[in-house]
């Protein structure tokens, strides 16, 4: 896939997605080596919503994009017709509406819907992710409870800031089955001056 498309094609591209249920293959700057697959669903300056598609013909929940970090898109109909007459076609919207104008109002809108989320800050972290739960917002970051790789819930609470995300996964087979094996929210922890 072309690697660098002018930022009016990329939201071009985007926008037939959107208008139009096409599927579409992205590339993004800060994770070079991986191609994300989905349908938009919606559309903002900075954000984009998709419907995520995992081996090109299975719905797998949803994810949250920065729209700076797409380099190239590219539309991809050659599942189309599978998906068209196997899943619910066009893809379901999130069960709570998602207002994308920024990360403070997404991420409270993801927290109704999903309470287990991935957040990815993979300019500063790449090929690595946070799973867990947002307890507390403010205008500029946020609070989550993290739940470790050996599905435990870890006992204090991670501060992010909203600039450094890039990625948020919600309601894909990961995040239900860690949320599964997890187990319910406990009981907040302390807030460490741990910055992540």
């Given amino acids: 896939m072309k690697k660098n498309q002018s930022s009016a094609k990329v939201r071009a591209r985007l926008e037939r997605s959107l208008n139009g249920h096409v599927p579409v293959s992205i590339a993004r700057h800060v994770a070079p080596d991986e191609v994300f697959d989905g349908v938009v669903l919606d559309l903002a300056a900075e954000w984009v919503l998709l419907a995520c598609l995992r ?6 929940g949803y994810t949250v994009l920065r729209i700076a970090d797409i380099g190239a898109v590219k539309t991809d109909q050659r599942f189309l017709p599978f998906l068209q007459a196997h899943q619910p076609w066009p893809p379901a919207r999130p069960a709570e509406p998602v207002d994308l104008t920024g990360p403070a109002r997404f991420l409270k809108d993801i927290a109704q819907a999903a309470p287990i989320m991935a957040i990815y800050r993979e300019a500063r972290r790449p090929n690595m992710f946070t799973v867990g739960a947002l307890v507390e917002w403010g205008r500029k970051s946020a609070w989550i409870l993290t739940i470790d790789p050996d599905m435990t819930w870890d006992d204090h609470m991670t501060k992010f800031k909203f ?4 990625r948020i996964d919600f309601s894909d087979d990961y995040t239900r089955v860690v949320e599964e094996l997890a187990g319910p929210l406990p ?3 302390p807030r460490p001056e741990q910055k992540a």
């Fill in 163 to 166: 600039k450094h995300l890039t």
């Fill in 55 to 60: 081996e090109g013909g299975y719905l797998n």
């Fill in 187 to 189: 009981p907040r922890g």
